[in-house]
């Protein structure tokens, strides 16, 4: 049974960092395409980043410069480093995972696995 969990969400203050991580299982993730989105309160959900098996990764304009994307293919874990933190990135944070897709970008909300989220806060 494929399973995602999401760790390492919490409050910082803006300008702060944080690391999130998602620990897969029941299968082999190195061939799949793998991402990070994010919704906040009274929000669409929103992409973030993707990393795809080469490790090709796509970030969201929001985001550019400030988070990084990674993964750990003998840990089966992805990561989310994320810096510079502003008010607006407030929201809880889900990964995601898909073996099939070709459009490993953040603009798939179609994937086929989904964690249960982290929520992360930042105060201003």
């Known amino acids: 049974q494929v399973q995602l969990v999401e760790s390492g969400g919490g409050s910082v203050q803006a300008g702060g960092s944080l690391r999130l991580s998602c620990a897969a299982s029941?299968?082999?993730?190195?061939?799949?395409?793998m991402g990070w989105f994010r919704q906040a309160p009274g929000r669409e959900r929103e992409g973030v980043a993707t990393?795809?098996?080469?490790?090709?990764?796509i970030y969201a304009d929001s985001v550019k410069g400030r988070f990084s994307i990674s993964k750990d293919n003998a840990k089966n874990t992805l990561y989310l480093q994320m810096n510079s933190l502003k008010p607006e990135d407030t929201a809880m944070y889900y990964c995601?995972?898909?073996?099939?897709?070709?459009?490993?970008?953040?603009?798939?909300?179609?994937?086929?696995?989904w964690g249960k989220g982290t929520l992360v806060t930042i105060a201003s």
């Open positions: 995601a995972a898909d073996m099939w897709t070709t459009d490993c970008t953040p603009n798939n909300f179609g994937m086929d696995y």
């Open positions: 029941g299968n082999t993730y190195a061939n799949y395409c």
């Open positions: 990393i795809e098996s080469d490790g090709t990764t």
